[in-house]
């Protein structure tokens, strides 16, 4: 297991109102020599953050995902919080063969004991590619059906404290392909959410895309591998305290910290390398995030898969 833990705050925690609690010094520890952070009951939780998922019945995809439910349920996180790719894939259409990988997907996260908070991927977008046989007039069309089965794309919720935002990170290009995208609605949308968000609470943003990554400069390849306007959402959030940004997309794990302000971390994936193996050397898993106070730290899960498909004789270990 590899843990990667961060201490970064001087600040006492500040409950959602923005006013200072009068918090119990539970968990006093020394942040570089400076003053203690002080965190309470009340700011101390686990979540999970589990991306890229690729459900789909063939390759042992099912057996695979539930073992990641199961284990998510064994460490018992407040809440789970998806990085989007939950389906693979409705993005050529079928309607039929669509509708029913998100069934399984619904079915199938009913087994989580806690809630579970889904971001949208680019496989999630249902129909955008030439070869499909549906189009932009179908009512399940791009976010269609996404949407039908789990409401709106970009939404808050608040947790113990911290404000979690999950965003919409596709759109589609004019010669019909995916693109990493925040689109304007919705900036003008978290524009206005901020207002009403006080500047000190701390705050996570989930995205499929990535807003920050080294992709490209490790490989060579063309393309980010990150959203084309990520600083526009970086501009908005200047004047609060964004703490977070969890990431899926690239099925790596990738952690990064800058300017002693925001951090990055690309959660791996459930599905590795198309459920035949990992991924960029990358084990399949999942994130645990422990939050105290404004202070957090991460495992990287193994739910035990890799072991599992090598007796099933699937993909080889790296
Ligand atoms: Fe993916």
Redesign the pocket.
Known sequence: MEQKKESLTRRKFLIKSGLATAATPLIPFSVRGEEPLIATDESSFEFVFMT?I?IKPEMNAPKGFQMAIDKTNELNPDFVITG??LVYDVMRGDYEKSDALFKLYTQMAKGFKMPVYNCI???DLFGIYEESPEDETHPDYKYGMWQRYFGETYYAFDHKGWHFITLNSLDVTDNKRYKGSFHQDQLAWLRNHLNAIDTKIPIVITTHIPMLCTFSQLNGKEGTRTANNAFEVFDIFKEHNLKLVLQ??I?WKEYGFVNDRVHFLTGG?I?GNGWKGRRHNTKEGFMKIKVNGEDFSWDYIDHGWEAERMKLGVGVQE
């Open positions: 890229d690729h989007g790719d991927g680019n496989h899926g997309h099925h994936s599905a």
